[in-house]
């Protein structure tokens, strides 16, 4: 199918060429593609997360396990915020991208579910989900629902497993090593990649930030759709700064 007229010298039209002649293309999300579903992002002025605290103090594992109850007072809002948050055209603009055989795979840094929400069947979660808590004392894992439910019941807000030791949600805290099997799984895929498609990230967090350096030494190209500056937008093949669902969505249609 012909991309539609004009649309060859556009931005969004010359990375539709790279994907087009690409015999790999590996996505990596950031916080960024999840803004449309109406989740704040971290460190935008005025409606980051990160605004108003320090998330040393709020979201280090060293936190959690000195002041549980303050930690969840600020995790447990996370968990009520993104409840009822749905996928958006970003998203679903990437399943589109994998159904018709577009796109490998999707590398997020979110934890928000919505890559799988949407549909993404190879999505690689390096910073974690919320998908589950567990304890690490007796290993012991709960689903979101029962971690919410148990958030709610207890009397200072701390969702305690079985053995009455207080849950960590599965995500990775600062002071936390990346999930080794999905940094592996990352890097591997990046490197084979001809195009990175790196998606509403600040590519600032390391070692996630390392990705597109791993595409380049690979000889692959590497794409920046993000609003605001990143440290690739001189040396990416391409930047598109504009809207994250409008940017996706004409990819798609200019393929």
Not at 15 to 26: D, I, K, P, T
Not at 205 to 213: E, F, K, N, R, T
């Amino acid at each position: 199918m012909a991309p539609p007229a004009g649309t060859e010298t556009t931005g969004v039209g010359r990375l539709a060429g790279l994907v087009r002649e690409a015999r790999s293309v590996v996505a990596l999300t950031g916080a960024g593609i999840s803004v449309p579903s109406g989740i704040p992002d971290f460190r935008s002025p005025g409606s980051g997360l990160w605004e108003n605290v320090d998330p040393m103090e709020v979201a280090h594992i060293d936190a959690w396990r000195a002041d549980p109850e303050r930690f969840w007072h600020f995790y447990g809002d996370r968990f009520t915020t993104l409840r009822d948050k749905r996928p958006n055209g970003a998203h679903a603009a990437l399943v589109e991208l994998e159904r018709r055989g577009r796109l490998d795979a999707v590398i997020t840094q979110n934890i928000d579910m919505l890559h799988r929400k949407a549909g993404t069947e190879r999505l690689v979660e390096v910073h974690g989900t919320i998908e589950h808590s567990s304890c690490l004392s007796c290993g012991a894992q709960v689903p979101l629902e029962e971690t919410r439910e148990r958030l709610a019941a207890d009397p200072v807000g701390v969702p305690r497993c079985d053995c009455g030791r207080p849950l960590k949600p599965d995500v990775v805290l600062f002071g936390e090593w990346l999930p080794e099997g999905a940094l592996e799984e990352a890097y591997a895929l990046a490197a084979g990649a001809d195009v990175l498609l790196c998606i509403g990230s600040s590519l600032e967090v390391h070692p996630v930030a390392q990705l597109p350096s791993a595409t380049r030494a690979g000889g692959g190209q590497v794409a920046v759709i993000t609003q605001g500056a990143t440290p690739w937008d001189s040396r990416a093949a391409i930047k598109l700064d504009g809207d994250v669902v409008a940017e996706l969505q004409a990819l798609v249609a200019a393929l």
